[in-house]
């Protein structure tokens, strides 16, 4: 028997709450989804997905790599539609900066209040330091000390934002892997909606639901963890 040769599997939004919906046994086979059952499925999953997404342990598909140019003299830069960089990170985890093309540099993160505690923030300089401020609909991205010139770049890892659902046909913003969880904590989030608490269905997603965000986690952690590397120290000679 010939297999697939294909990994590009994908449900849609409603596939999804339809199947967290025959989990709890409320959703036949070829029923379709009232109107409202829709929307407050669409809902409820975006609002799961945002929850999500604020959990450091969750989302390693969500790193994603950016860079721009620093401008002489100037320690602020806007993230938002028009802004220096366009899209607005969730989180900016990591910034390395180079200067005239060298090596890359990983500044150090400051906390809000060590930023604003700083004395003279237009001191000029190698830019060591950053503080991401992060709002509603906009970021700012602050350096400090300022470019002491325009030759400056920097790189840097960050955490984007999971894209809403919008419509039934949509797919979700998650790897294929993630909708088995997706299914089971969507259902999770349902039960009182459909008064299906205490029921026999209702505790096996609970279990369910656990167990496989249990596991994701346990997957993006050990994605994230990092190696060492011995090497030999090139100045310990041995002479024979």
Do not use: C
């Not at 003299?73 to 220096?84: K, L, P, R, V």
């Not at 790897?175 to 969880?181: G, K």
Request: hydrophobic share 35%.
């Amino acid at each position: 028997m010939a297999v697939s040769n294909s990994t590009d599997f994908k449900s849609t939004a409603v596939e999804i709450i339809k199947d967290a919906r025959r989990l709890l046994g409320i959703h036949a086979e070829e029923e379709e989804l009232e109107n409202h059952e829709l929307e407050t499925g669409k809902r409820l999953l975006t609002m799961m997905l945002k929850d999500w997404e604020a959990d450091p342990a969750l989302g390693t598909w969500l790193l994603t790599e950016g860079a721009m140019s620093l401008v002489n003299s100037d320690g602020a830069y806007t993230f938002q539609t028009g802004g220096d960089f366009t899209t607005v990170p969730f989180e900016i985890t990591q910034i390395r900066i180079s200067h005239d093309s060298g090596n890359e540099i990983e500044l150090t993160h400051m906390a809000r209040q060590d930023y604003y505690r700083l004395p003279n923030k237009t001191t000029e300089g190698f830019p060591t330091q950053y503080f991401y401020d992060r709002q509603r609909d906009g970021g700012t991205l602050y350096v400090w000390p300022e470019p002491d010139d325009g030759n400056y770049d920097v790189s840097f890892t960050y955490r984007r934002r999971i894209m809403d659902v919008d419509s039934g046909v949509d797919n979700l913003d998650i790897p294929p892997e993630w909708e088995w969880a997706v299914i089971n904590n969507l259902a999770v989030l349902l039960i009182p909606v459909t008064a299906r608490g205490g029921t026999p269905e209702a505790a096996q997603v609970i279990t369910q639901a656990d167990v496989s965000l249990s596991k994701l986690k346990a997957f993006d952690a050990a994605n994230d963890e990092g190696s060492m590397i011995v090497a030999r120290d090139p100045y310990d000679y041995r002479r024979s």
